[in-house]
C-alpha cells in the first residue's frame, strides 16, 4: 500500500521548536519531489516548504523562512521538517506530500499547535 505516515506533531509553546517527520511505504520518495502543506480551520491549504529530489534545493515562502527547515533521506525514505521560534500562526495540521508528473500523494496529517 503507498502510504506518508507524519509524526512529530504536538503542543508547543510560542518561540518553541519542534521536527516533524514523514515515513514513506509502498513506494520510493527518491523519485518524488517532497512537500509540507499546512491548513488551518476555515483557511485553505498552505505552501510551507519542498525539496527536490536529490534533497540539493529546497524552497520556503516568506512566512517559514528562517525558521523552517526541510530535508529528506532518500535511503531511509523519510522526510523531515525541523521548525523553531514557532508562533501561534503557525497553528495548523501539517501534511507531508509527494509529487511526480504522474501523481501526488498525501498523508493523513500531523496536528501542530502553537500556545502558551
Known amino acids: 500500500e503507498v502510504q506518508l505516515v507524519e509524526s512529530g506533531g504536538g503542543l508547543v509553546q510560542p518561540g518553541g521548536s519542534l521536527r516533524l517527520s514523514c515515513a514513506a511505504s509502498?513506494?520510493?520518495?527518491?523519485?518524488?519531489?517532497m512537500s509540507w502543506v499546512r491548513q488551518s480551520p476555515g483557511k485553505g491549504p498552505e505552501w510551507v516548504s519542498s525539496?527536490?529530489?536529490?534533497?540539493?534545493?529546497?524552497y520556503y515562502p516568506d512566512s517559514v523562512k528562517g525558521r523552517f527547515t526541510i530535508s529528506r533521506d532518500n535511503a531511509k525514505n523519510t522526510l523531515s521538517l525541523q521548525m523553531h521560534s514557532l508562533q501561534p500562526e503557525d497553528t495548523a495540521v501539517y501534511f507531508c506530500?509527494?509529487?511526480?508528473?504522474?501523481?501526488?500523494?498525501r498523508g493523513q496529517g500531523t496536528q501542530v499547535t502553537v500556545s502558551s
Open positions: 509502498g513506494f520510493t520518495i527518491g523519485s518524488y519531489e
Open positions: 525539496i527536490n529530489k536529490s534533497g540539493a534545493t529546497t
Open positions: 506530500t509527494a509529487r511526480s508528473p504522474t501523481d501526488t500523494i
